[in-house]
């Protein structure tokens, strides 16, 4: 393999790309108009091998990767276009990014009711809803090597430091760890956890293995390395000693997951991906995959299928298939539900029980992962109720999980929240309690 020099591609040098060429004037404002709200990142392995030029602008990487101008509401991009076209300085434009950013919803799915407390102090670098996993956010970790342009994490980047959940300190990690035996999955996240040279992960990894807790079981990295950049598993410097990392971790008995984002069956087609997975399923880790579906992107059955097959092909574990949340530009991705599970179901019944360990659609939403199982008329006093029928795979109760629950049938739902009780009920059987949980009257609940 090749040793690949990377290239970073921002808002401030894309121009420079050699591809630009063949994009408009227009194309190029666009981008540039877009990424001045909604952070853009792309790098030359992305760019020279997942984008298909002849394609643009139509290409689904390049959809992915790219600020797209229907990224934003007419208003907003007239605002910032205006503000660019009259040479605006860099302050004022970003005090108006920063305005339209407020109004993205920055954190959805109360992410910020997640923060656990130690000893009556925020613990800013670690997330705490289901029981037995905690997201942990390691400081140096906050950034990808390219950005999505759906990803909700997307307040992480653009700069705005309070709105970074970050923490130095393994120390105050273990404590939590000691201190909550229930929890037995720590998932590091980010922005990308990947993005860390090995000296800096090895850091946090042997604070946790020296630390020994009996409850420690898994250690999962969630990534998008192994789409945009798997040369860090091949010829990055730290490729090596990133390996051994892994093979330390499973050595010692703990599970390593590495669950890897991979949002088309492009990004599992070239050699370098390919050798990438070789490398870390060679250390004992498991490869376990996930993505939301998204419009314009991968909203349709065939796209999963394959995807999915490349998955097993290459000996990954198919996990979730995610709803795209209810932040930054939604509106541009987002599919009706309905459209959601027959996109699943289209793509599941194509494919074999390998496969099949697939879950979802599955909304992240404040209540839990809500897993839409399906439509169905349900028989009521002699006349009969369309419905979705939901569940929890997750909860922030872990009661709740596995109680098949109704919603009124609505074909142009995108999330929870624009869902309504079904068959009479007033409210959904979660939400006093979930009031309770995060002390909320019952009315705001339903608002997320
Ligand atoms: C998805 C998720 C997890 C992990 O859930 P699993 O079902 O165990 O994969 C943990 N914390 C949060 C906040 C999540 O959204």
């Known amino acids: 393999m090749d040793t690949m020099r990377y290239k970073v591609y921002t808002q401030t040098n894309f121009r ?50 790219f600020p797209q101008r229907e990224m934003l509401k007419e208003e907003h991009y007239n605002e910032i276009a205006d503000a660019l076209r009259s040479g605006k300085n860099k302050m004022e434009i970003k005090e108006i990014a920063n305005r339209i950013r407020m109004s993205l919803n920055p954190h959805p799915a109360g992410q910020k009711c997640n923060i656990p407390e130690l000893d009556g102090e925020d613990l800013k670098g670690i997330q705490h809803k289901y029981r037995e996993t905690a997201l942990f956010f390691p400081s140096n970790g906050q950034t990808c090597h390219a950005y999505c342009t759906f990803c909700f994490r997307w307040p992480q980047f653009v700069g705005v430091n309070e709105w970074k959940f970050a923490m130095k300190e393994t120390d105050l990690l273990l404590e939590y760890l000691r201190n909550n035996p229930q929890i037995t999955d720590v998932l590091f996240t980010g922005g990308d956890p990947m993005i860390m040279k090995a000296s800096a992960l ?55 997951s590495f669950m890897a984002h991979f949002s088309h069956p492009v990004e599992l087609s070239t050699p370098a991906v390919q050798e990438a997975i070789v490398k870390i399923r060679n250390t004992g880790a498991q490869i376990r995959t996930q993505s939301p579906l998204l419009r314009h992107i991968n909203d ?47 793509a599941y019944q194509q494919v074999s029980g390998i496969c099949r360990t697939v879950r979802g659609p599955s909304m992240s939403s404040t209540p839990g992962k809500v897993h839409i199982l399906g439509v169905q008329d349900i028989p009521l006093n002699g006349k009969s109720e369309k419905v979705f029928v939901l569940q929890f795979i997750q909860g922030r109760n872990p009661d709740w999980v596995c109680k098949p629950f109704f919603a009124k049938y609505d074909e142009n739902a995108t999330w929870l929240s624009d869902l309504k009780p079904a068959l009479g009920q007033k409210e959904f059987f979660y939400e006093r309690e979930l009031s309770e949980i995060l002390d909320e009257e019952p009315e705001l609940v339903r608002a997320e």
């Open 300 to 346: 349709d059955d065939d796209t999963w299928a394959e995807m999915w097959r490349a998955q097993v092909d290459n000996n990954c574990i198919p996990y979730y298939m995610f709803v795209e949340r209810d932040t930054g530009a939604q509106e541009y991705f987002s599919v009706p539900l309905v459209d959601a599970w027959k996109i699943f179901q289209k």
């Open 202 to 256: 090895e850091v946090y990894i042997n604070g946790l293995l020296e630390a020994n807790l009996p409850n420690l079981k898994t250690i999962r990295i969630g990534s998008k390395a192994l789409g945009f950049w798997p040369y860090k598993f091949l010829t990055d410097k730290d490729a090596d000693e990133t390996l051994r990392l892994f093979e330390k971790v499973v050595k010692s008995g703990v599970n390593l």
């Open 16 to 65: 420079k790309m050699p591809q630009m060429a063949m994009l408009t004037e227009e194309q190029k404002f666009d981008i540039e108009v877009v990424a001045s709200v909604l952070p853009f990142k792309s790098n030359n392995y992305v760019t020279d091998n997942l984008i298909d030029w002849g394609n643009v602008p139509d290409d689904p990487m390049f959809r992915l990767t």
